[in-house]
């Protein structure tokens, strides 16, 4: 009998070369792995780069538009640039006759006339005088508003009471008042004193109260929790909440201050800045009228010019356009 072989256990010997090809095939699998990944490795570092590089020009482009919309650097001496030129506008006036001498007298003029008065002082003495009165008018005005603010800020009760009449003597004018200050005070200096004080304490009061009321009701709430009592509150929250608007009415304050003085200098007084102006009024001496107008416009300019800097120094923690 004749044995058939089965076909399935028939063994074939290997392939010469094909254990060689197998492992060359896979080195040159994995080199081409490696090879594809410091491509994408080369490829992500340079976009990595491209971004960092683009993400710093967008930076410096948004830096560069902000500075563009903002009001820019602040210019040295810029508080004087405005002054000069009203008085170059008004010497070209005066040099080429388009002011007449008797109208408006020429600066040199004015310059000259000043040191009249200071040699034979009486610029000094109505300097001093118009000073004190300006003084006393606006720290009785200061103290007497921020009080009232403090007691209608914090309790509506104060509000009631103190909030109604104070609005309805900021619609009234000093000036109007004057009849009846005169009538119960007289033409003494305790009349002018009360006027200016009139003057004063609104806009201390309005933008002081305006700062109470504007503090995040957040820090209350913190205080509450903290369990601070009254006074430690109003040091800690209310006087630091209500200083901006202070200061701000402040610089209101000492503008009026210096309004008020000319209008009850100029009414039956006898001495000060507006005394001496309403007598060059009567003689005509209109050299010595704008000797007082600029002595007013320097005195307000620079009071006004001292908050500005005591308010950049309180507060200097504030990010603003100013900066």
């Not at 090809?21 to 491209?50: K, R, Y």
């Not at 009139?198 to 913190?222: A, C, Q």
């Amino acid at each position: 009998m004749t044995t058939q072989a089965n076909p399935a256990r028939t063994s074939h010997p290997p392939v010469p070369g094909t254990a060689t090809s197998a492992t060359a095939t896979s080195a040159t699998a994995t080199a081409a792995t490696a090879t594809a990944a410091t491509a994408t490795a080369d490829v992500l570092t340079s976009g990595a780069a491209t971004s960092d590089a683009g993400g710093r020009r967008t930076g410096s482009a948004l830096r560069r538009r902000r500075r563009r919309l903002g009001p820019g650097r602040p210019i040295p001496f810029g508080a004087a640039i405005g002054p000069l030129l009203l008085l170059v506008i008004w010497a070209v006036g005066s040099v080429t006759g388009l002011l007449d001498e008797r109208t408006l007298s020429a600066p040199w003029t004015v310059v000259t006339t000043t040191g009249d008065l200071i040699s034979n002082g009486r610029l000094q003495e109505s300097l001093l005088v118009s000073t004190q009165r300006a003084g006393l008018g606006l720290a009785f005005g200061v103290l007497i508003g921020a009080v009232l603010a403090l007691l209608s800020g914090l309790s509506r009760w104060g509000e009631a009471v103190i909030d109604g009449p104070v609005q309805i003597k900021r619609a009234i004018p000093s000036l109007a008042l004057l009849p009846l200050l005169v009538l119960w005070f007289g033409i003494d200096e305790q009349m002018k004193v009360i006027t200016i004080t009139l003057g004063v304490f609104v806009p201390v009061y309005i933008h002081t109260h305006n700062g109470l009321r504007s503090i995040d009701n957040r820090y209350v709430e913190l205080a509450e929790a903290l369990r601070l009592n009254h006074a430690r509150f109003i040091r800690r929250v209310v006087l630091p909440g209500a200083l901006p608007g202070f200061l701000l009415g402040l610089r209101f304050a000492v503008v009026g201050a210096w309004l008020s003085l000319v209008v009850v200098e100029q009414i039956n007084s006898t001495s000060g800045i507006g005394y001496m102006m309403e007598l060059a009024r009567q003689y005509g001496q209109t050299d010595v009228i704008i000797v007082g107008l600029v002595l007013y416009g320097i005195l307000g300019l620079l009071s006004d010019g001292a908050v500005r800097l005591a308010q950049r120094r309180a507060l200097s923690w504030r990010r603003t356009l100013a900066d």
